[in-house]
């Protein structure tokens, strides 16, 4: 991860024989590290997936393995990658589903996925809508867990000057599992969160049963106290999180994981300034939803501040840049901009000006982490972890077998891939469905540089709606016979800010209330609706007809209707994460809005909060 005024070198395009060699021999050596730790696991020695690679190692009914192979990396590789098919969750789920039993006992559950019991569960955000899955999180040995650390550190630093950070992240659970020992009493906590929640847990040691004492404190260099991250109500997380954040005049970084959350924190300091200001000056913490449990520790760290108040008075929060003004110290805000949530930049910029770096945090996924950010002025740019994980390479049109699958010294530069992970949390071959473009590779370390392309709205999706067959490998829509990507569906809302202004957030659905099928685009704007927004469903059947051939000639042969575009009232998918943290039970900090929707509870949602509709 590259620092303000600091460049990486210039990506290369092919990768010389001393890199090719070197790239390799981390690989190996990962692989190497799974197979010795993992192989104690029940998984391991159970799973189907995984019978052809246990015959190639000779396993033995106590775990012992062909001393011969281990030794012989490449035969081992070899074993891994002609026997080891792939999978997706349905291969591990019934595994997995043995930590929610009731009871939950440690002998069904120790050296399930990986050696020990996890520190946390892990549950996916749920972007398609769809039932989140579950993932047991493991502590590593440092060497093995260097990504996770390069971004804790980054992201939290400790300044020289005294400057705080306003770090957004959760510290609720969607539940918390219990293990009992063989005489039924209480063994393990282990909490199911999200992926940056356990993270953070993991990486501070923070068990679960320590909880009511991290309450009570307050880190020196964080503006808020630790009990803010206890707050499970998304809007009032964000409005604590502000009333402590602007009464810190030292204020030098902000964390909120991704553009949209930082949007939403920037709405809640802009339409409620007064408020804001009057507690600070009063020294009063408003009664707000789902606090009552901390208020006693947010009251103790919360004193008046006339002065700061009366300073704050003067700014102009209408004025662009105006939270510089705020935090004149402000230097950096990391916030993912890659996809679509780069929709949200242009907004934010009104509020912090120009000059202050969008940072991006990498590519982590529930399963795994993925990448790193390789050069902060493209926040699409990112470099694949070759330390922690076994990333592998699926050629996007080959066929979707495990033979097929290439290493990271074989791609080339200008083609696209599916991703494929094996993880040190159960030796699993699993199938992302996200796809990347090569772009280079590290001239330092060899490691492949991407562009990220596509990400999952739904696995293996196979929806029939009115007799239309909606079927992706990733999060593309589809109403006939082509296949609009979700970069083409951000091509166009980039395009229609040119008649509808800026546009914050958007996704998009398949409208089947026509004889003809049709897309639906979903927009939330900055400012007011203008009159040329009449002419924005013309304008995105333009920009689809232009970057997509199929679907201009579906729609030429009559198959595909000119889009309708939905106009969301302000502030709609702030209140589509809050909905979601109350109806899921998870928490605030990973909510990300699909860019296609086909869940009908979530359609609801927004078809609900449409104020104007434009069709042609």
């Not at 009731?102 to 769809?130: D, W, Y």
């Not at 970084?253 to 949007?263: G, H, S």
């Not at 805000?333 to 509020?351: D, K, L």
């Not at 997509?548 to 729609?555: A, G, K, W």
Request: hydrophobic share 40%; glycine share 6%; proline share 6%.
């Amino acid at each position: 991860m590259t620092t303000a005024g600091q460049f990486p070198p210039q990506p290369i395009s092919y990768l010389p024989s001393e890199l090719l060699a070197s790239l390799r021999g981390r690989t190996l050596a990962v692989l190497s590290y799974l197979v010795k730790t993992n192989s104690i696991s029940t998984y391991f020695n159970d799973a189907g997936s995984l019978s052809a690679f246990r015959d190639a190692l000779g396993l033995t009914a106590h775990g012992q393995l062909n001393s011969d192979l281990l030794s012989n990396p490449d035969l081992l590789f070899n074993a891994y990658h002609d026997t080891v098919t792939l999978t997706d969750d349905r291969n591990y789920r019934p595994f997995v589903s043995r930590f929610f039993e009731q009871p939950c006992k440690t002998s069904a559950v120790e050296n399930l996925m990986a050696p020990g019991m996890p520190f946390f569960i892990v549950h996916s955000s749920g972007t398609s809508g769809g039932t989140p899955k579950c993932y047991p999180k493991y502590r590593h040995p440092e060497h093995m867990s260097t990504s996770t650390s390069h971004v804790m550190t980054a992201t939290a630093p400790v300044s020289k000057s005294g400057g705080k950070n306003c770090l957004l992240y959760s510290l609720t659970s969607r539940q918390v599992v219990t293990s009992l020992n063989d005489d039924g009493e209480m063994d393990r906590h282990m909490p199911v969160c999200i992926m940056s929640t356990g993270t953070v847990r993991m990486f501070n040691d923070m068990v679960v049963d320590r909880d009511p004492i991290y309450q009570t404190m307050k880190i020196p260099n964080h503006s808020s106290p630790t009990a803010v991250a206890y707050i499970k109500n998304y809007k009032s997380m964000l409005f604590v999180h502000a009333l402590f954040a602007v009464q810190e005049p030292q204020l030098e970084l902000i964390n909120a994981m991704f553009t949209t959350v930082f949007r939403d924190f920037c709405h809640v300091i802009g339409s409620n300034w007064d408020t804001i200001l009057d507690c600070i000056e009063s020294g009063t913490v408003p009664v707000l939803d789902g606090t009552d449990h901390v208020r006693e520790h947010l009251e103790r760290y919360f004193k008046a501040d006339p002065e700061r108040a009366a300073e704050l008075r003067k700014i102009d929060t209408k004025a662009s840049g105006w939270l510089t003004k705020v935090w004149p110290g402000l230097h950096t805000v990391f916030a993912i901009s890659s996809g679509q949530f780069v929709m949200a930049v242009p907004e934010i910029r009104h509020y912090i000006g120009p000059d202050i770096p969008l940072h991006s945090l990498g590519i982590t996924c529930s399963e795994a982490f993925l990448a790193l950010p390789y050069d902060q002025r493209d926040p699409n740019l990112y470099k694949i972890v070759g330390s922690d994980d076994i990333v592998e390479f699926l050629p996007e049109n080959a066929p979707e077998e495990s033979q097929y699958v290439i290493q990271s010294w074989n791609v080339e530069v200008g083609k696209r891939y599916e991703i494929i992970l094996t993880t040190r949390d159960g030796f699993w071959r699993f199938r992302l469905n996200d796809i990347v473009e090569v772009v280079g590779f590290d001239p330092l370390d060899g490691q492949p540089i991407i562009h990220y392309i596509e990400v999952r709205s739904e696995l293996h999706c196979n929806i029939q709606v009115a007799h239309i067959s909606l079927q992706r490998r990733d999060g593309g829509l589809r109403v006939a016979n082509e296949i609009t990507t979700e970069d083409q569906l951000r091509q166009v809302a980039i395009a229609s800010s040119r008649i509808l202004g800026t546009v914050s957030e958007f996704c998009a659905a398949a409208d089947l209330r026509m004889i003809m099928p049709r897309y639906a685009f979903y927009v939330e704007l900055q400012n007011e609706i203008p009159p040329s927004a009449s002419t924005a469903p013309q304008l995105v059947h333009d920009v689809l007809s232009k970057y997509n051939d199929n679907y201009r000639t579906e729609s030429l042969s009559g198959k595909i209707g000119t889009p309708v575009v939905c106009i969301l009232r302000r502030g709609t998918f702030g209140e589509y994460r809050e909905w979601r943290v109350r109806k899921d039970n998870i928490a605030a900090g990973q909510i990300k809005v699909p860019a296609v929707v086909y869940n009908p509870e979530i359609l609801q949602f927004l078809d609900e909060r449409v104020i104007q509709e434009f069709s042609a």
